[in-house]
Nanobody, 128 residues
Framework: QVHLVESGGGLVQAGGSLRLSCAAP????????VGWFRQAPGKEREFVAA????????YYADAVKGRFTISRDNAKNTVYLQMDSLKPEDTAVYYC?????????????????????WGQGTQVTVSS
């Protein structure tokens, strides 16, 4: 079992920035591909960004491309989501998810159903 903990959410004005963190305390995170997803009130969960276990490859939803950056520091067992130029439509609960992958894998995953572990979520609210 991998316990994921998200942090860094909050209230920000449109155009502002936030950095979310996804940590796996006490676990070696380097064997996991990680994704960020979000769910706004009344809407289905949607994919935001994903990163391979090594961090060498990333992928973004069109809605956030050019504004969000996913990265990881495996020495700190943490994955980050830097969110710049935030818009009111970015308001949602943001979740990180982890999927155990084989050594040498360079895969990322954009479908939530394939992930093994999920965090509890962190609220991001962008005011206009």
């Amino acid at each position: 079992q991998v316990h994921l903990v998200e942090s860094g959410g909050g209230l920000v004005q449109a155009g502002g920035s936030l950095r979310l963190s996804c940590a796996a305390p006490g676990r070696t995170f380097s064997g996991y591909a990680v994704g960020w997803f979000r769910q706004a009130p009344g809407k289905e969960r949607e994919f935001v960004a994903a990163i391979t276990r090594s961090g060498s490859s990333t992928y973004y939803a069109d809605a956030v491309k050019g504004r969000f950056t996913i990265s990881r520091d495996n020495a700190k067992n943490t994955v980050y989501l830097q969110m710049d130029s935030l818009k009111p439509e970015d308001t949602a609960v943001y979740y990180c998810a982890a999927k155990l992958t084989l050594s040498g894998s360079n895969s990322y995953y954009i479908t939530g159903a394939v992930y093994d572990y999920w965090g509890q979520g962190t609220q991001v609210t962008v005011s206009s």
